[in-house]
């Protein structure tokens, strides 16, 4: 007994030996009634201070775990020992295969994370579409931490809010409002990034028609908590600037639809920017056939060239028919799970309480690390330092495909994504198949599309992936990719 306790750095010792001691009551090897070791005779054995012992004990028996007796020493309490008994005799098992919902098990089907592939070290991986964390501005993001907890510590270590942290919200609409937004008559829900947000939402709408109508392809989360949420989605496909608008007024000719879901900048996955002009013309004809549009401002920031766009909910003017999703987790901080529902005030009434029920509000902590982080104008400074780097790797990459991948059609108008599109018939699964034996992982594109097609589709990720496996990687996709094309 005692040889296998085993010290983890960085946490108290004094925990440690307690946590041991109490494992070994609760399975019963150390029984009610039983003297312990002396102090010194257990720093002894497990090669700790004697202090640290002591401190052990005295938290035992604070917890009823152990007893002591004057001038005897240390003693296992009864109840630590019938607690053991009672843990085997209460013992059962269940098939919880068997009680699993429908949609647990079609959350499962879709978790394509369960499914991924697993990279060997040394894999060039364009999976990601993360931030490159080498950029992450951390002194301004402790000294944010530090500033807003002298203010507030107290407050913001409680409970808040569900519909949000007061001080961001009134940042986060100003901020809408730069953007073009007509706040008149809206107002905004704090969530868990945009997946929360999405979720939420579609948890509001009512089902009188049951489906979505979206691009294709799109978003793969949102596809996933669409068919979650039981909508049937009608995808329709794309043009060079955006969503094919003929395609589009034919579907809604076709039938009801519920909501529609748009990703109009630096779409998900083709990187696409959709054109000022079909901005305004997808929006009068949401209007004319009294659509709602669910907005994905999905790397709004990340544009590298050219003007600003204003998304969708701007081209709406002082319409109700929006609902912006925002987050910044593509491009500051993805840890901060923080993003924003700017909607119908009425209809973020009842999103407050939806969220409430779910979650009761988002981390309050986060929320203000992110808000004074803003106030001190940092973002301008980050977005100027990441844009340049993300810009020089979106070239490099652009170039590096133009060179080496023998595509039909490449897209990306900026973000952190390029995709690519080959002949018909050509798959792109088993490029992928072909390129991981060499190191080289990339995502197939069919996952994005709504109707089991894009089997001759990628995308490419850049953001983490340094120069030299950009160059080394692409190089290795294209070469493989003309072999398979024969």
């Not at 519909?163 to 937004?181: A, F, N, S």
Request: glycine share 10%; aromatic share 10%; net charge neutral.
């Amino acid at each position: 007994m005692f040889k296998d306790f085993r010290l983890i750095a960085g946490r108290p010792v004094y925990i440690q030996v307690k946590d041991y001691m109490k494992h070994l009551m609760i399975k019963g090897a150390l029984q009610g009634g039983q003297k312990l070791p002396s102090t010194r005779e257990l720093s002894t054995l497990l090669g700790v201070s004697r202090n640290s012992v002591i401190s052990a004990y005295e938290a035992l028996a604070d917890d009823g775990f152990t007893y002591a007796v004057q001038g005897q020493g240390s003693y296992v309490a009864a109840g630590a020992a019938a607690q053991a008994g009672s843990l085997d005799e209460a013992a059962w098992t269940l098939d919880w295969t068997a009680r699993l919902s429908s949609q647990a098990r079609l959350a499962e089907e879709l978790d394509i994370m369960k499914r991924g592939i697993r990279a060997a070290k040394g894999t060039i991986s364009f999976t990601s579409i993360a931030p490159d964390e080498s950029l992450f501005d951390l002194e301004n993001v402790k000294r944010a931490f530090l500033e807003r907890m002298a203010v507030e510590g107290n407050v913001l270590l409680n409970y808040g809010y569900a519909k949000g942290y007061k001080p961001l919200i009134d940042y986060l609409k100003q901020y809408m409002e730069h953007k073009g937004v007509d706040m008149r008559g809206k107002d905004m829900l704090i969530t868990n990034g945009f997946t929360e947000g999405f979720d939420v939402v579609l948890s509001a709408l009512g089902r009188k028609a049951g489906a979505v109508v979206c691009e294709n392809p799109t978003h793969h989360t949102a596809i996933k908590n669409m068919k979650l949420h039981g909508f049937e989605i009608a995808g329709v496909p794309m043009e060079r600037d955006g969503i094919h608008l003929g395609e589009l007024k034919r579907a809604l000719e076709a039938r009801e639809y519920d909501c529609a879901y748009f990703v109009p900048s630096y779409h998900n996955p083709t990187g696409i920017v959709m054109s000022p002009e079909k901005r305004q013309r997808l929006m009068k004809l949401m209007a004319e056939y009294r659509v709602p549009v669910i907005e994905d401002g999905f790397n709004e920031e990340l544009r590298y060239s050219g003007s600003h766009v204003a998304p969708l909910i701007a081209a709406a003017g002082g319409g109700n028919g929006v609902i912006y999703l925002g987050s910044f987790s593509k491009v500051l901080f993805p840890g901060l799970r923080v993003g924003w529902v700017l909607a119908d005030q009425e209809l973020v009434y009842y999103l407050e309480s939806v969220k409430r029920a779910r979650s009761i509000h988002t981390s309050t902590l986060d929320q203000s690390i992110l808000y004074q982080y803003l106030l001190g104008g940092n973002l301008e400074k980050y977005l100027k330092r990441a844009r340049a780097e993300y810009k020089r790797k979106y070239e490099l990459t652009l170039a590096c495909c133009q060179e080496h991948i023998p595509y039909a059609s490449l897209t990306g108008d900026g973000g952190l994504h390029l995709f690519a599109t080959f002949a018909e018939g050509f798959s792109t699964r088993e490029l992928l198949d072909a390129c991981r034996e060499q190191g080289v992982i990339f995502t197939a594109g069919d996952i994005f599309y709504t109707n089991g097609q894009g089997q001759n589709t990628l995308r490419l990720g850049f953001s983490r992936v340094a120069d030299g496996d950009i160059l080394k990687g692409i190089e290795i996709i294209g070469r493989t990719a003309r072999q398979l094309l024969g």
